[in-house]
């Protein structure tokens, strides 16, 4: 079971992009996915998940900026982050547990990660 992210890099406040999350050796059938970010300094939160039923939880604080999305053959789960501004800066992490995380937004939910993206929002 492998995640393997994709999709970071530089980007001015105000713009957008998608962060890819790939499943390698398995598909996204029965697990429940989500995506944290790490800034320096501070502690791994939890942004967005997609339940194994296809729910999707945001962040309150930052939902109307993120769309948590999987592709047909459920092995490629996109977030779009919109309007970032420079404290979204951070790595990103995709996550996964089979069937559910009792608490979506606490990293020890989940049994599997990627190794992370690198975004940084700066002018």
């Known amino acids: 079971v492998q995640l393997v992210e994709s999709g970071g890099g530089s980007v001015h406040p105000g713009g957008s992009l998608t962060l890819s999350c790939a499943a390698s050796?398995?598909?996204?059938?029965?697990?429940?996915i989500a995506w944290f970010r790490q800034a320096p300094g501070k502690e791994r939160e939890g942004i967005a998940s997609?339940?194994?039923?296809?729910?999707?939880y945001y962040k309150e604080s930052m939902k109307d900026g993120l769309t948590i999305s999987i592709d047909d053959d459920r092995i490629i789960v996109n977030l779009r982050v919109g309007n970032v501004k420079t404290e979204d800066t951070a790595v990103y992490y995709c996550?996964?547990?089979?069937?559910?995380?009792?608490?979506?937004?606490?990293?020890?939910?989940?049994?599997?990660w990627g190794q992370g993206t690198q975004v940084t929002v700066s002018s």
């Open positions: 997609l339940g194994h039923d296809g729910a999707p």
């Open positions: 996550s996964a547990v089979w069937w559910y995380a009792l608490f979506w937004y606490y990293a020890s939910s989940y049994d599997h």
């Open positions: 050796g398995f598909t996204f059938h029965d697990y429940s």
